[in-house]
């Protein structure tokens, strides 16, 4: 059983950074691609980065392009969002989701953690 468990989240100014972490267990990952998504109150998911676990190729959304970095650390099993020069419309809850390469949607699914930055 695949378990993301994501952390870093928090309350802070805009212009501040953040890194959010993924741990991930249960799973064979060099065969995943991962990927981080946020959820504002009253909006829908969105997508906002992903990273191949065999390759490290990313992807990043428009909105967070040159400000946000996805990483990871194949031997620990976990992945990374480094944010910076956070805006108030950064606000939401994160979350981390895995799922194979190739597959074309996410399988697994992390709790999600909250990301406030005030203006």
């Known amino acids: 059983q695949v378990l993301l468990v994501e952390s870093g989240g928090g309350l802070v100014q805009a212009g501040d950074s953040l890194r959010l972490s993924c741990a991930a267990s249960?799973?064979?990952?060099?065969?995943?691609?991962m990927g981080w998504f946020r959820q504002a109150p009253g909006k829908e998911r969105e997508f906002v980065s992903r990273i191949s676990w065999s390759d490290g190729g990313t992807v990043y959304a428009g909105s967070v392009k040159g400000r946000f970095t996805v990483s990871r650390d194949n031997a620990k099993n976990a992945m990374y969002l480094q944010m910076n020069s956070l805006k108030p419309e950064d606000t939401a809850v994160y979350y981390c989701?895995?799922?194979?390469?190739?597959?074309?949607?996410?399988?697994?699914w992390g709790q999600g953690t909250q990301v406030t930055v005030s203006s």
């Open positions: 989701a895995a799922g194979l390469a190739g597959a074309g949607s996410y399988r697994y």
């Open positions: 249960g799973g064979t990952f060099s065969r995943y691609t």
